[in-house]
Nanobody, 123 residues
Framework: QLQASGGGLVQAGGSLRLSCAVS????????MGWFRQAPGEERTFVAA????????YYTDSVKGRFTISRDNAKNTVYLQMSSLKPEDTAVYYC??????????????????WGQGTLVTVSS
């Protein structure tokens, strides 16, 4: 089970940290990803951390602003978001999977999903 939290309302330029608490599985043995879905749009990739080697991946629009990390002791994955922009407004979902490398940035690479947490960035 994946439980996402940490969303909220923030002004442009502000920061938020999203958390994804994982139960029933070991976070380090899965690829963990964050996706987001804005109203009326498809769910899109934001960031991921691979189970092997801990390699991280980001969509271009968040590089340098967002950081994904995991705490194996707490079995939790985080998404630190800084310099937030209104276009970052969306429901953010965490996901877990064991797909091949080429699916790391796609929803198809993930089997389990959290319930989502809403991030609203005001201008």
């Amino acid at each position: 089970q994946l439980q996402a939290s940490g969303g909220g309302l923030v002004q442009a330029g502000g920061s938020l940290r999203l958390s994804c608490a994982v139960s029933g599985q070991t976070v380090s043995s899965y690829d963990m990803g964050w996706f987001r879905q804005a109203p009326g749009e498809e769910r899109t990739f934001v960031a991921a951390i691979r189970r092997s080697g801990g390699y991280t991946y980001y969509t271009d629009s968040v590089k340098g602003r967002f950081t994904i990390s995991r705490d194996n002791a707490k079995n939790t994955v985080y998404l630190q978001m800084s310099s937030l922009k209104p276009e970052d407004t969306a429901v953010y979902y965490c996901a877990a999977g064991r797909g091949i490398l080429s699916t790391t940035t796609t929803p198809q690479g993930y089997l389990r999903w959290g319930q989502g947490t809403l991030v609203t960035v005001s201008s």
